[in-house]
């Protein structure tokens, strides 16, 4: 079964320091894409960086880089220099192609990071 | 930029009213979602449709049905909302990427509705 998993609930970090938040996935699809979005306290899902399952490079989209290590179904993000508006919530999210042809996005559980000046 | 708007950002509504959530993308994108996002459950999808006048039930579709007469607007219909549909509902419609055929969602602000 396609199942995300991140484990860390609440993470902090000093402003301007760099922050790691952990993703595990698990599919037994050989294509597959993998997602990161941002919540802020108000609410929308921000789409922050995509990496997909035959992508050689890491992605990296501003201050933010996908750390994927396929062997270890692993979909890290890392966002460098962090920012007092970095503080939410961060969700993983893996899509599969539907049977129909549709893909459908699993999203983890999420991480709640708070950067502290 | 991809613009996805939803009509309301809070919506309180009494037991056994009718509810209408609309949401609308400017960007030309095939398919459409709605999502209900709870403490504790993650976000789970309602419906979605992936073209106009087509619809197909997601994990959660009781209680909710859906209409797209216009490629631009889903929209979410609670038949007669009950305290149990309390939550955060929020829409989302996608770019197919032609490089591996998987699909980027877009969200909207969300709306979070009250049944009282």
């Known amino acids: 079964a396609q199942k995300i998993t991140q484990t860390q609930p609440g993470m902090f970090v000093q402003e301007k320091e760099a922050v790691t938040l952990d993703c595990t996935y698990d599919?037994?699809?050989?294509?597959?894409?993998l997602f990161w979005y941002k919540q802020p306290s108000s609410g929308e899902m921000i789409f922050l960086i995509y990496q997909g399952s035959y992508d050689q490079q890491n992605a990296t989209e501003g201050r933010y880089s996908l750390n994927f290590q396929k062997a270890r179904k692993s979909a890290n993000l890392v966002i460098s220099a962090s920012q007092l508006g970095d503080s939410a919530m961060y969700f993983c999210a893996m899509s599969n192609v539907f049977s129909g042809g549709y893909n459908k996005l699993i999203f983890g559980a999420g991480t709640r990071l708070a950067v502290h000046p | 930029d991809v613009k996805v708007t939803q009509s309301s950002r809070y919506l309180v509504k009494r037991t056994g009213e009718k509810v209408f959530l609309e949401c609308v993308q400017d960007?030309?994108?095939?398919?459409m979602f709605w999502y209900r996002q709870d403490p504790g459950l993650g976000l789970r999808l309602i419906y979605f449709s992936y073209d106009v006048k087509m619809k197909e039930k997601g994990d959660i579709p009781e209680g909710y049905s859906v209409s797209r007469e216009k490629k631009e607007r889903f929209s979410l219909i609670l038949e007669s909302a009950s305290t149990n549909q309390t939550s955060m509902y929020l829409c989302?419609?996608?770019?197919?990427?032609?490089?591996?055929?998987?699909?980027?969602?877009?969200f909207g602000p969300g709306t979070r509705l009250l049944v009282l």
């Open positions: 960007m030309d994108h095939e398919n």
């Open positions: 599919t037994s699809d050989p294509s597959y894409g």
């Open positions: 989302a419609s996608s770019l197919i990427r032609l490089d591996d055929y998987q699909e980027t969602q877009y």
